[in-house]
Nanobody, 124 residues
């Protein structure tokens, strides 16, 4: 059974940092792209960023560019989302997602595997 488990969420003040981790089990995603999405209350789930299977290419949404970075350690089957300069509007549940494609996309339909989500709350 494939499992993606996020960790590292929590409460932080505006301007602070958090690092989310996503550990996979049940199958390896080392050759497949991984993505991060987030969903704020009353809003659609939106793309935050993605990273290719090798980790050589990583993209983030314009709304977080310059503040968030994505990386992966394939030896540990883990993907990371480093979030700096956090803003109250970054408050959301953050989801890790696994695809069966080499390159990441911003489309939820391209990710058949999802974690349970990690709450990130940024206070002003």
């Amino acid at each position: 059974q494939v499992q993606l488990v996020e960790s590292g969420g929590g409460l932080v003040q505006a301007g602070g940092s958090l690092r989310l981790s996503c550990a996979s089990s049940g199958r390896t995603f080392n050759n497949y792209a991984m993505g991060w999405f987030r969903q704020a209350p009353g809003k659609e789930r939106e793309f935050v960023g993605g990273i290719s299977g090798s980790g050589g290419t990583a993209d983030v949404a314009d709304s977080v560019k310059g503040r968030f970075t994505i990386s992966r350690d394939n030896a540990k089957n883990t993907v990371y989302l480093q979030m700096n300069s956090l803003k109250p509007e970054d408050t959301a549940v953050y989801y890790c997602a696994g695809s069966l494609r080499w390159s990441s996309t911003s489309y939820k339909k391209d990710y058949p595997y999802w974690g349970q989500g990690a709450q990130v709350t940024v206070s002003s």
